[in-house]
């Protein structure tokens, strides 16, 4: 892996050129945890009896109320909730069409022993699976989390990635407010095949744009378990 000079900053990539003659592969398989389902799931959280906190936040996009913050450790995250995640009914209520505000005042107001919450997984989200070609690269470059190169013939190129997408996660571990070198070291690490989750930058934008430094240092980046 190498960084390439782009005027007074380093974009870092995920790829070298191969060799003559490697074939950079396509592959249909995926992580587990990586996994966003169709249909609605049931997650039932509560209030930490310490700190009387659930440990998320949320944003409005679309008359639609999407999950922007999972605080590591907390309530939330041990729950399953994850970043993207569409909430749909909060105790039964439907949150179509709620602003920030009025989400955030209702949770204050709900039983802090139990909370239940319908979502969809992250509908603003894709994946992409890519296998590693004989030098160890998937055929992507990116710079503050976004996608901004892909290598031709690679297999991140052969497998649907794009540019102006954020990474979200890899493997379904939660890349929001890692550093570009922390990324890369998660995705080094990782065996032959590895799915990235991408969102669109628009959206990704909207999403972080109340989350501050601080923030993103204590989002949850744990590595999910398989179910």
């Given at each position: ?27 249909g ?7 966003i ?10 209030r ?11 944003e ?6 999407f ?12 729950a ?9 009914q ?21 039983d ?40 031709k ?5 052969r ?15 939660n ?8 990324i ?44």
């Amino acid at each position: 892996v190498s960084t390439q000079s782009t005027g007074d900053s380093q974009a870092l990539q995920v790829y070298q050129p191969a060799t003559r003659g490697v074939v950079a592969p396509v592959t249909g398989g995926h992580s587990a945890t990586s996994e966003i389902k169709q249909g609605v799931r049931q997650v039932i959280g509560c209030r930490d009896p310490d700190s009387g906190r659930i440990g998320l936040s949320v944003e409005s996009i679309s008359k639609g109320v999407f999950v922007s913050y999972v605080e590591a450790g907390s309530i939330a995250a041990k729950a399953g909730l994850r970043f993207g995640d569409q909430l749909l009914q909060i105790n039964g209520e439907s949150v179509a069409g709620w602003n920030k505000k009025k989400t955030i005042e209702f949770l204050k107001k709900a039983d802090p022993k139990q909370i239940r919450f319908a979502v969809r997984d992250r509908p603003f989200e894709r994946t992409i699976t890519c296998v590693k070609d004989s030098t160890g690269h998937l055929g992507f470059q990116f710079k503050k989390g976004k996608v901004n190169a892909i290598v031709k013939d690679s297999s991140a190129a052969r497998n649907g990635m794009l540019t102006d997408h954020y990474i979200v996660e890899v493997d379904g571990q939660n890349m929001v407010g890692m550093s570009d070198d922390k990324i890369l070291k998660v995705i080094k690490a990782k065996d032959r095949t590895v799915t990235v989750t991408v969102m669109p930058e628009f959206v990704y934008d909207h999403m972080v744009k109340h989350l501050g430094k601080s923030l993103k240092k204590h989002m949850d980046h744990s590595e999910p378990t398989e179910l």
